[in-house]
C-alpha cells in the first residue's frame, strides 16, 4: 500500500480510503439501511489489513445505517486502532447551533468513538458555507477541536470553482474532499481546487474516482475500443485509479467498495500508483476516453455554473449531470441520484425537480453554450420524475431528518 502525508498535519494515510456509502445490502444499494453485515465486515476487515487506514462515511449514509454499522461492527474492536474515521455535518439538517450539538452528540454515539478522526462539514458550497458561517460552525468546529472531539476539520465542496479558494481562505481548514476523475477534470472544485488546496499543505481526499463505479464498466463501445487499443492492459477501474492518483496534489480516494473482488484489485492498484508516474502515451489514452464519452453526452453541460440561481431553485447543472449519466452509464442509478439530489438533499431540504420550470428563460439568457435548458430540463422531468421517485424522495427526507 501507498502512503501519502499531508503536510499541514504530518498525518500519513493509505491511497486508498474506503468509501462508506455503497456498501453491500441485503436490497436496495446505497440508499437502503439493510446493509448487508457479514460482506461488509469482511470486506472493510479485509482491506484494512491489507493497509488501508481510512474509513469515510457521512450521516445520511444508508438512510444513517452506515455509521452504525461502522460503530457496531469495525470501531467497537480492535481495528479502531489501526484506522482513521471521517464523518460528515449534514448541513441542510442544521438551522441552529443547537442543531450541531444534537446532531455531532449522535454521530458520536453510533461511530462508539471518543474521538472522529476527520470531521467535515458536508456538501457545501458558496451559499450553504455562509449560512453554516452566520450559524456559529467555525465557532463549533473550533471547539469540537479543543474538546478533543475531532482531530481533523475539513469540507466536502459541491459548489462552483469560483466558490472554493474563499472557503478554503475562510478558515484553518486541515482537508478538503472534492470530486475528480477523467471525466470530471474541472467540475466543481476541479484541478485547480486540488492544486490549490494542496499548496496550503491541506490534505485533499476525491470523492467519486470511478464516478460511482461507472467508469469501471459496463462501457460505450467507442470507449471500450480506446482501451482495448492501448499497448498496456489495465482493467478501466485501473486506468481511472492510477489517473487520478498520478496527481501529487491527491492524498487519497475514497472508493465505494462493495465486493471482495473491488477491494483487491484497488488495493493492487494503489500499491504501485505513484504521483507523476503516467507515461504521456497513458495521458493519451485517457484523453482520448474523455472525448469519446463527451461525444455520448445527451446535453452539451460545462456545470459553469451561470444559469444559476434558478428562480424555482431547480440545481440545473447538477440535473444535467445525472440526464447525461442516464445517458451514459446507469439509468437505474442515475434516477436514483437525481431522486436524491433533487429531492433530499437540497439546500433548503426542499424538492426541487426539473419539473417544477416555470419556463421563465432566464438560465438559457445567461448560458454560454446556448442550450435549449427549458427543453432539456422537459426530458429529465419525462425521463427520471416519476411518482416512485417523488415518493422515494419525501420518505427519505422523514427518515433522514428523524435520524
Known amino acids: 500500500m501507498q502512503y501519502r502525508i499531508i503536510p499541514k498535519t504530518g498525518e500519513t494515510l493509505s491511497v486508498l480510503a474506503f468509501g462508506c456509502m455503497r456498501l453491500p445490502t441485503r436490497i436496495g444499494r446505497e440508499f437502503s439501511s439493510l446493509i448487508d453485515v457479514e460482506k461488509a465486515k469482511k470486506q472493510i476487515i479485509e482491506a484494512i489489513e491489507m493497509g488501508v487506514n481510512y474509513l469515510d462515511t457521512a450521516y445520511p449514509y444508508h438512510m444513517g445505517a452506515s455509521e452504525s454499522f461502522l460503530g457496531e461492527h469495525i470501531l467497537s474492536g480492535s481495528y479502531r486502532a489501526k484506522v482513521n474515521i471521517a464523518t460528515k455535518l449534514p448541513c441542510w439538517l442544521v438551522k441552529s447551533r443547537a442543531d450541531m450539538e444534537r446532531i455531532f452528540a449522535k454521530q458520536m454515539e453510533k461511530l462508539s468513538v471518543s474521538t472522529i478522526d476527520y470531521y467535515l462539514l458536508h456538501a457545501v458550497d458558496g451559499r450553504t458555507f455562509r449560512g ?47 470530486q475528480y476523475n477523467i471525466l470530471d477534470e474541472h467540475f466543481q472544485a476541479g484541478i485547480e481546487g486540488i492544486d490549490y488546496a494542496a499548496a496550503k499543505g491541506m490534505g485533499v481526499m476525491v470523492m467519486e474516482p470511478l464516478k460511482g463505479g461507472s467508469l469501471a464498466g459496463p462501457l460505450p463501445a467507442d470507449v471500450k475500443k480506446i482501451y ?39 488495493v493492487y492498484v494503489a500499491e504501485s500508483a505513484e504521483p507523476n508516474a503516467m507515461t504521456d502515451e497513458d495521458c493519451k489514452i485517457i484523453a482520448a476516453v474523455r472525448e469519446a464519452y463527451m461525444q455520448n453526452l445527451a446535453v452539451r453541460c460545462t456545470e459553469c455554473g451561470y444559469c444559476q440561481p434558478c428562480p424555482v431553485g431547480i440545481n440545473i447543472p447538477a440535473v444535467f449531470k445525472n440526464l447525461n449519466n442516464y445517458q451514459l452509464f446507469s439509468k437505474v442509478s442515475a434516477r436514483v441520484h437525481h431522486a436524491v439530489y433533487a429531492g433530499v438533499r437540497t439546500k433548503d431540504g426542499l424538492a426541487h425537480w426539473a419539473g417544477s420550470c416555470v419556463g421563465c428563460g432566464k438560465c438559457e439568457a445567461r448560458c454560454p453554450q446556448h442550450l435549449e435548458i427549458r427543453e432539456n430540463l422537459k426530458q429529465v422531468a419525462s425521463l427520471m420524475e416519476g411518482p416512485l421517485e417523488k415518493s422515494g424522495a419525501a420518505i427519505a427526507r422523514m427518515v433522514i431528518g428523524k435520524r
Open 228 to 266: 482495448e487499443a492501448a499497448a498496456v492492459k489495465r482493467d478501466p477501474a485501473d486506468w481511472a485509479l492510477r489517473w487520478v492518483l498520478n496527481h501529487q496534489g491527491v492524498t487519497t480516494v475514497l472508493s465505494g467498495m462493495n465486493k471482495e473482488s473491488q477491494v483487491r484489485q484497488n
Open 132 to 178: 453554516m458561517a452566520d450559524l456559529g460552525v467555525l465557532e463549533f468546529m473550533d471547539k469540537l477541536k479543543s474538546e478533543g472531539k475531532i482531530r481533523n476539520s475539513g469540507f466536502s465542496f459541491h459548489g462552483t470553482k469560483d466558490e472554493f479558494a474563499p472557503i478554503v481562505d475562510s478558515y484553518d481548514w486541515d482537508f478538503a474532499q472534492v
